[in-house]
């Protein structure tokens, strides 16, 4: 059964800090992996979808990477703002089960 | 464009009470489904419908039923609420079944006493 962990279960780091929330999953047959902001008392947004085959993805001050062999996937958030905090999730899609199973989440505070 | 809706935003029932929830999506996805997150659980999986007129259970089914009333919509009834079912209820929604990004609505958050 996939499992998909995450680590710091929470972080709190001053403005204009550059940072870095950690993904692993226990099954690397997957198709691709997600990483998702929450606010509280929000839905989910997606921020970032990396396909298997792929390293990297960028978006704007976010650059998330995959591991697939290791099982293990960062996301990393260049100079922090206090708009950045929310909890940020990470799901993979599996090959086996074709289903997102979620990490627990982080969740990131950015003081002013 | 209204994305993912989710109707109601917070109901409290009694324990054995029934209740619809309801999610519609206007991105003429064919995928739709829902998730349930609690506390130190994360999301899961509740049921799920591929496509218009299918449904299939996920990791966590019991004590609900899904009807998928068109491309639109999708609801989630409990028929007997439990207070095990006390949790915040998220629709979503994707062009596809396969590993397409998923878009979530705003979740209906529940209490059963």
């Known amino acids: 059964k996939q499992e998909v962990t995450q680590i710091p279960a929470a972080l709190s780091v001053p403005e204009g800090e550059n940072l870095v929330l950690n993904c692993s999953f226990t099954d690397s047959a997957i198709y691709n992996l997600q990483w998702f902001r929450q606010d509280p008392g929000k839905g989910l947004t997606s921020l970032l979808l990396?396909?298997?085959?792929?390293r990297e993805q960028t978006s704007g001050r976010l650059n998330a990477s995959l591991d697939k062999s290791s099982g293990r996937s960062t996301l990393y958030i260049a100079a922090s703002q206090p708009g950045d905090s929310a909890t940020y999730l990470c799901?993979?899609?599996?090959?086996?089960?074709?289903?997102?199973?979620f990490g627990k989440g982080t969740l990131l505070t950015v003081n002013p | 464009n209204a994305g993912v809706t989710q109707t109601p935003k917070f109901q409290v029932l009694k324990t054995g009470q029934s209740m619809t929830l309801q999610c519609a999506q206007d991105m003429n996805h064919n995928s739709m489904y829902w998730y349930r997150q609690d506390p130190g659980m994360g999301l899961r999986l509740i049921y799920y419908?591929?496509?218009?007129?299918?449904?299939d259970k996920g990791e966590v089914p019991n004590g609900y039923n899904v009807s998928r009333l068109n491309k639109r919509e999708f609801s989630l009834r409990l028929e007997s609420a439990a207070p095990s079912q006390t949790s915040v209820y998220f629709c979503?929604?994707?062009?596809?079944?396969?590993?397409?990004?998923?878009?979530f609505g705003p979740g209906t958050r529940l209490l059963v006493l």
């Open positions: 419908s591929a496509s218009e007129g299918t449904t």
């Open positions: 799901a993979v899609f599996g090959s086996s089960n074709y289903k997102l199973t």
């Open positions: 979503a929604s994707s062009e596809g079944a396969g590993a397409e990004t998923q878009y």
């Open positions: 990396i396909q298997s085959s792929q």
